[in-house]
């Protein structure tokens, strides 16, 4: 998703506790006002579990 930046991932999962499912993502997004495009990415993921911010960043960014 090229309008999508690391960084503002990095934004909207701050103060995220890992291990973390799909649904808890959404919630700290949406609580740490991300973007629309950030929260519908974050809630269109294939996996539910994920052990911290780099396999968000993955699932993300590499499908």
């Known amino acids: 998703m090229a309008d999508l930046s690391p960084i503002d991932l990095q934004k ?4 995220m506790d890992y291990p973390a499912d799909r649904k808890s993502l959404v919630d700290c997004a949406r ?26 960043q993955k699932a993300v960014f590499n499908g």
């Open 31 to 56: 609580k740490n006002k991300a973007d629309d495009k950030v929260v519908s990415r974050l809630d269109g993921l294939e996996e539910n579990s994920f052990d911290g911010p780099n396999e968000v």
């Open 12 to 15: 909207a999962l701050s103060g």
